[in-house]
């Protein structure tokens, strides 16, 4: 019997209506649209105004299960990537379950900031590649807007909402993820955090008004790191699997900053062509990247086509996700 591999059948995005523009930014905080566009490739972000990250899970989901055909009911696991849950607990991969009536599921959610989508995407394929499940799905998904400081200019232009799922279903033809280097560095915890609310920090009068419960980041030292470790985690990752640039179709990056993007794909060789970028409508998504990115691209995508997943972000988390794409829509 051939080995078993967990291939993505379906993907579905969710996005809240509301748009906001860079023009708008630089009427709360000083700032420019010239400054955002040069500094990050971001235009534009989505706003959630109401309802919680389960809410925009949920879009994401329901369309999934209508596209793949699958009956809630049928779902043997999903794993929520995300910072933002609903609460601190329980989790909101157990809240999407019951509001989607995935009865026979069982789930968890995953803090691996902006790596949370690769991270549940090489954990959920364990489980299918073992054959102890057949559908797995892994969500995206954050409502960053509910943890952002919008007195904060070097924060607030660069996150948005979103979120984005996938199906993971066995296949024997070889398709689906092929390999994955995931990585860890917990000593850069203090350049990327939400200081306020957990156990060390927990919520009071203080914390609040010294506005620890917003995102804190140097950017400056975060973009060093980033640059750096997803460009040479993709080429690590082609190495390892005797991928040349010309084998490789597409790049699929964590949205940050368009120019970390274009120094991975320089690194990989890639031309852009072959990179997805979707920055300039949805900014930083933090875990709804990745598959809203390739929700946007999925009409392009052909069977057979190598992907590189690759992604940096809080913690510090990152690494990369080799799979072949396993169908034509
Ligand atoms: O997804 C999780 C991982 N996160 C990332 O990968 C983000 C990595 N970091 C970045 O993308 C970039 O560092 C930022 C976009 C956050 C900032 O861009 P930068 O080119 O690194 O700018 P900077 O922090 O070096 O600041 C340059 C200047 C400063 O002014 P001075 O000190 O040179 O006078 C800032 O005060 O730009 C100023 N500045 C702004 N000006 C207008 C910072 N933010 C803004 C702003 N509008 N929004």
């Known amino acids: 019997m051939s ?6 059948t379906g993907v579905q995005g969710y996005l809240p209506d509301y748009v906001l ?25 989505r706003i959630m105004k109401d309802g919680a990250s389960s809410d925009m899970a949920v879009g994401a989901v329901e369309g999934l299960l209508k596209k793949t055909n699958t009956r809630p009911e049928d779902v043997d696991l999903v794993i929520l990537a995300t910072v933002t ?24 959610d995953l803090i691996a900031a902006c790596s949370g989508f690769i991270y549940g995407l090489a954990t959920g394929s364990q489980f299918i590649e073992t054959g102890r499940y057949k559908k797995v799905i892994v969500v995206g998904v954050d409502k960053m807007s509910s943890i952002i400081d919008y007195e904060d200019r070097t924060t607030c232009i660069i996150f948005g909402d979103g979120a984005g799922a996938v199906m993971l279903e066995p296949n024997e033809d070889g398709l689906g993820v092929q390999d994955f280097i995931l990585k860890s560095d917990g000593s850069g915890r203090e350049y990327l955090v939400q200081p306020g609310g957990g156990s060390l920090n927990p919520t009071s009068i203080e914390t609040i008004e010294k506005r620890m419960h917003f995102v804190r980041q140097e950017g400056k030292q975060v973009f060093k790191f980033a640059v750096t470790n997803m460009a040479e985690v993709s080429a690590e990752i082609m190495e390892k699997n005797n991928l040349t640039s010309d084998d ?51 009409k392009q995508l052909k069977k057979g086509d190598k992907l590189i997943l690759s992604a940096f972000g809080g913690g510090f988390t990152w690494g990369s996700v080799y799979l072949k794409w396993a169908y034509n829509s």
């Open 21 to 45: 523009t860079n023009d708008e930014l630089s009427k709360i905080v000083e700032t420019s649209d010239e400054w955002i566009t040069s500094r990050t490739g971001i235009k534009e972000r």
């Open 3 to 8: 080995k078993i591999t967990a291939a993505i």
């Open 248 to 298: 490789v179709d597409w790049l699929v990056p964590h949205q940050a900053n368009l120019r970390i993007i274009d120094a991975t794909a320089k690194r990989m060789g890639l031309p852009e062509e072959k990179v997805m970028i979707n920055i300039q409508k949805y900014g930083n998504t933090t875990a709804g990247t990745l598959p809203l990115c390739l929700w946007d691209y999925e």
């Open 85 to 108: 849950p609903d609460y601190p607990f329980p989790s909101t991969a157990n809240v999407l379950c019951d509001k989607l009536g995935m009865t026979n599921a069982w789930g968890y």
